[in-house]
């Protein structure tokens, strides 16, 4: 076991965390803190020590924003990682696997307020490939976290930069790999909104995406299947993106939302947040 690394910040600041089990503490103090998701503690250190290492690594390999990505709590989660961004951690940093925060965050359908406040950093590079050749939206698609590739490929900050197309190591898009996998909303939202040409899907992949469309009717149009980018859009009042029309389908303008919708038993996709779409 390696010796607790104490500093002089640290004596000061040790009296005000204790552990929940009142285990004793070990490692370094900010580590830790990040680790166990203790926000003040860890605002704490950063303002009396300004000295810090906000991109120091763990026996892992992990940096303090990497860890804090993968809280499960909504509300440390999402403290931490603003904190960290605001003192100069690295939003590109790399596990062993070469997988980003951003990578880590499309992970798990309920960060995308964690993903907004990563792509929101100009040195945020949504393109960036782990050691799979896998961008942020390829793990997106492999998870059928929908969310997450909707945020990405409508943001005012990403849309025009993210390469929704990227082959991994395997030779699989974010398209073939929800295709294969039999993710309908994932295909739906990088057909639909993400704009995915399928003139460059092969036959084996358009066969199952024409199968999987008539699994779910309601979700594709016939020009999903045939070319994407023939499609003629509609203008949502709301969500300020276009959106297509679903065969054989009315829209229905829902009079709360304001958005339209489409009379099928999946969920109402959320709104999409104006910082994601207003210039």
């Not at 690594?57 to 961004?85: C, F, G, S, W």
């Not at 045939?226 to 009079?255: C, F, G, M, W, Y």
């Given at each position: 076991?390696?010796?607790?690394?104490?500093?002089?910040?640290d004596?000061?600041?040790?009296?005000?965390?204790?552990?929940p089990?009142?285990?004793?503490?070990?490692?370094?103090?900010?580590?830790?803190?990040?680790?166990?998701?203790?926000?003040?503690?860890v605002?704490?250190?950063?303002?009396?020590?300004?000295?810090?290492?906000?991109?120091?690594?763990?026996?892992?390999?992990?940096?303090?924003?990497?860890?804090?990505?993968?809280?499960?709590?909504?509300e440390?989660?999402?403290?931490?990682?603003?904190?960290?961004?605001?003192?100069?951690?690295?939003?590109?940093?790399?596990?062993?696997?070469?997988?980003?925060?951003?990578?880590?965050?499309?992970?798990?359908?309920?960060?995308?307020?964690?993903?907004?406040?990563?792509?929101?950093?100009?040195?945020?590079?949504?393109n960036?490939?782990?050691?799979?050749?896998?961008?942020?939206?390829?793990?997106?698609?492999?998870?059928?976290?929908?969310r997450?590739?909707?945020?990405?490929?409508?943001?005012?900050?990403?849309?025009?930069?993210?390469?929704?197309?990227?082959?991994?190591?395997?030779?699989?898009?974010?398209?073939?790999?929800?295709?294969?996998?039999?993710?309908a909303?994932?295909?739906?939202?990088?057909?639909?909104?993400?704009?995915?040409?399928?003139?460059?899907?092969?036959?084996?992949?358009?066969?199952?995406?024409?199968?999987?469309?008539?699994?779910?009717?309601?979700?594709?149009?016939?020009s999903?299947?045939?070319?994407?980018?023939e499609?003629?859009?509609?203008?949502?009042?709301?969500?300020?993106?276009?959106?297509?029309?679903?065969?054989?389908?009315?829209p229905?303008?829902?009079?709360?939302?304001?958005?339209?919708?489409?009379?099928?038993?999946?969920?109402?996709?959320?709104?999409?947040?104006?910082?994601?779409?207003?210039?």
């Amino acid at each position: 076991m390696e010796p607790i690394k104490v500093s002089s910040t640290d004596v000061k600041l040790k009296s005000v965390y204790r552990h929940p089990k009142g285990y004793p503490l070990e490692g370094d103090l900010f580590l830790q803190a990040v680790r166990a998701g203790k926000f003040r503690l860890v605002t704490q250190i950063l303002k009396v020590n300004t000295e810090v290492n906000v991109n120091q690594r763990d026996a892992q390999h992990l940096t303090p924003l990497l860890i804090a990505v993968q809280h499960q709590n909504y509300e440390k989660r999402n403290n931490l990682v603003k904190i960290l961004l605001e003192h100069g951690a690295d939003v590109n940093s790399t596990d062993q696997q070469g997988l980003s925060p951003l990578m880590h965050a499309c992970q798990s359908s309920d960060r995308v307020d964690t993903i907004r406040t990563l792509i929101k950093q100009p040195a945020c590079s949504v393109n960036l490939k782990d050691a799979a050749g896998r961008t942020a939206v390829n793990w997106a698609a492999s998870v059928d976290n929908w969310r997450a590739v909707r945020v990405i490929v409508n943001s005012k900050f990403t849309r025009n930069t993210v390469d929704i197309c990227n082959k991994d190591n395997r030779g699989l898009s974010p398209l073939e790999t929800a295709i294969e996998n039999g993710y309908a909303e994932t295909c739906r939202v990088l057909l639909q909104e993400g704009k995915v040409d399928t003139l460059k899907l092969s036959s084996h992949y358009k066969a199952k995406l024409e199968s999987l469309s008539k699994s779910f009717p309601e979700m594709f149009s016939e020009s999903d299947i045939i070319n994407s980018n023939e499609i003629i859009d509609i203008e949502s009042p709301r969500l300020h993106t276009k959106l297509h029309p679903v065969s054989q389908a009315k829209p229905v303008l829902t009079p709360i939302e304001g958005e339209l919708s489409y009379p099928h038993k999946f969920p109402k996709l959320p709104a999409i947040s104006n910082d994601d779409t207003t210039h």
